[in-house]
């Protein structure tokens, strides 16, 4: 199975601070038609998962500019630019280049 | 706009059978591959099952392989997985998830709000 590491744990952030995430997979996501399949999900609290980055890069329809997505091959990494109240919650990222379909463990975002 | 309404979630014995249900509306029901994804009280995200548009090829995590059975009835928008055997282990919420048509099943682009199930 395809193993997702994401580091850290958890970040506490100043509001208005940057953030990042990174996220690491055991084998190369690259697809045969050179999409990467790595897709970042936001869990706010007491919500459902929602997603925010698809193929490693592309924001999803209305989330904020703030949010942007990088990498390539095994090494990925999420930004918040500026974080904001409404960002907190649990940031997951997943890989659908293989099965099973797995994700990282998850980075819980607080505010400092 | 897409919505996934999930039900049948509940209190089981061990041993025992569920049937959970993902009711869709909002998009092409068929021409979308669909997943079932839980999450256990406290923990993180799982994988559990997806199936094709058509029906035709389903998947499962290796946890549930032989025990769960995805479905779909795309006459009715409707996707499904039965649950039988059930363990303690398999205490969670479990979400439906739409994919978003990329050749990978796991872009999902749409959730449901969560079914409850406790073994």
């Known amino acids: 199975d395809v193993v997702m590491t994401q580091s850290p744990l958890s970040l506490s952030v100043t509001l208005g601070q940057p953030a990042s995430i990174s996220c690491r997979s055991s084998?190369?996501?690259?697809?045969?038609?050179?999409?990467?399949?790595l897709n970042w999900f936001q869990q706010r609290p007491g919500q459902s998962p929602r997603r925010l980055i698809y193929?490693?890069?592309n924001r999803d329809s209305g989330v904020p500019d703030r949010f942007s997505g990088s990498g390539s091959g095994t090494d990925f990494t999420l930004k918040i630019s500026r974080v904001e109240a409404e960002d907190v919650g649990v940031y997951y990222c997943?890989?659908?280049?293989?099965?099973?379909?797995?994700f990282g463990g998850g980075t819980k975002v607080e505010i400092k | 706009e897409v919505q996934l309404l999930e039900s049948g979630g509940g209190l089981v014995q061990p041993g025992g059978s569920l049937t959970l249900s993902c009711a869709a509306s909002?998009?092409?029901?068929?021409?979308?591959?669909m997943s079932w994804v839980r999450q256990a009280p406290g923990k993180g995200l799982e994988w559990v099952s997806s199936?094709?548009?058509?029906?035709?090829?389903?998947f499962y995590a290796d946890s549930v392989k032989g025990r769960f059975a995805i479905s779909r009835d795309n006459s009715k928008n409707t996707v499904y997985v039965e649950m039988s055997s059930l363990r303690t282990e398999d205490t969670a919420v479990y979400y439906c998830?739409?994919?978003?048509?990329?050749?990978?099943?796991?872009?999902?682009?749409?959730w449901g709000q969560g079914t409850v199930v406790t073994v």
């Open positions: 998830a739409k994919a978003d048509g990329s050749p990978s099943y796991g872009a999902f682009d749409a």
């Open positions: 997943m890989q659908g280049r293989y099965w099973p379909l797995t």
């Open positions: 199936i094709s548009g058509s029906g035709g090829n389903t």
């Open positions: 193929k490693v890069s």
């Open positions: 909002g998009f092409t029901f068929s021409s979308y591959a």
């Open positions: 084998q190369s996501l690259v697809f045969s038609d050179g999409s990467t399949f």
